[in-house]
């Protein structure tokens, strides 16, 4: 197994160890370092690996130790830190680690019943060595023989079974939406057993597999899963700033006035009151020890907000959660699933629907006439894009990289395309908006670099600032 973590002690007189720093060795590591300061003995930086609370730690070998972190991780993430690198890489490795299985496997289905007999089928009938078998599918009382079509017919029905928000087992923060995205149901009916997480789990490690194998193989998860669902499958600390993408209604009416103003007026507590679907208040939850009796202020805000996230994406489906993982770390190590951020093993494991320049283009805004030249610049740029680019680029303005069933039609806000009052520095979007905005810039070739930047590298990830 490659490094996970990178060790740092302190020692007294030479000989005992006095402290101990440990931190991930994944791209969504993030060092920062610091500027020297006079005052302090030796150089300082800040590691945030993404799952414990960031350390700032004094070293006077700081430069030394950030190269041997930065050669560590890229032997850990196959060398480079290109996207595409990295997914060849993470399929290389998972190939090697699985093997290849020959021969196929015939699955019995009943359409009416989907996800229980491909339960029966697969989890009650297999050997998980006969997972990395090519399926075939066989619908009872039908004729059809399976030369690749029913396969995909089967499991695309198998999705909407398992991860759509009518299935139970997911739901959507905000239910009228559709361009929200699902998260494990909370909330889900009796009916909807924790086994079939598991199942869910193998079965996206079974797609991963498939497309290791090469295009002719691939199934392509369709699900819109949340950010912070994912983040959670890396093993990633949960925090406010997931709102926005994964509860736009709640960002917006709440979680960003909370964020800019003083919260002291609002007589919040650290606790989460739940109702029920009539409105009726069911019960009252400590974020804390003792938080109903805490007040929020200026001051502990950010905590609350954090509380409130660990609470809402985490722990409250936390069983469901840790039953998805497990079945799909029975495919794929959590060691390799982590050379991706979240970000990336969205691209890579749920990819939805092709995006082309065409499309994106009529989902565009063409706005002020001081914006024209620009934004011809901006087309050209993105007439060049691979399609991986292109759904990075919408999922760095949506929050997502899948599009709703209806396509760039269902998008609520439809992408808008606006100024922002700087020079030649990294586009921002406002995902709750679907809106990007995109500076003034000194040539093509600066626009060209600080926008491939932005969807690459701009999001929460490996990083030295």
Known sequence: FPLQHLSIKEFYIKIIPR???????????????????????HPTFTVDDGYQSPVTIMCKERNVLVATFSRLLLRKIGGSESFNDKKDFFYRELVAHLGRKGGEVMLKIDRQKILETSYQATVRTLYSSDWLRLFTIKFKDELGVDWGGLRREWFELLCKALFSHESGFFTRFNEDDPQALVHPNSRRPLSKKLKFYEFAG?????????????????????????????????????????????DKDLYRS??????????????????EEEYDRQGRLEKTVDLKPGGS?????????????????????????????????????EFVPEHLLSVFDEYELEVTEFPGVLISYQTFLLAGTRLAERLLFSLDWFWTIVTSFTQDELARLVQFITG?????????????????????????????AHTCFNQLCLPSYSSFTEMQKKLVLAITEGSEGFSMV
């Open 400 to 428: 997502s990289s899948q599009l709703p069933p209806g396509g760039f039609a269902e998008l609520s806000p439809q992408i808008q395309i606006s100024s922002a009052p700087t020079t030649d520095a990294l586009p921002s």
């Open 293 to 329: 009796h805490i007040p929020v202020t200026e001051s502990n805000k950010m905590e609350y907000l954090d509380l409130l996230a660990l609470y809402r994406l985490s722990s409250s489906c936390k069983q469901e959660i840790e039953a998805f993982a497990k079945g799909l770390n």
């Open 254 to 271: 709440k979680i960003k006035y909370i964020e800019e103003t003083d919260p002291e007026d609002l007589g919040l507590v650290f606790a």
């Open 19 to 41: 402290r101990l720093y440990a931190f991930r060795v994944r791209p969504s590591t993030k060092i920062i370092l610091h500027p020297l300061d006079l005052n302090m003995e």
């Open 202 to 246: 193998r079965v996206v490690g079974k797609c991963l597999y498939e497309s290791a194998l090469g295009s002719s193989r691939r199934l392509n998860v369709k699900a819109r899963f949340s950010r912070s669902f994912l983040a959670q499958l890396l093993g990633l600390r949960v925090c406010y700033k997931y709102f926005e993408s994964d």
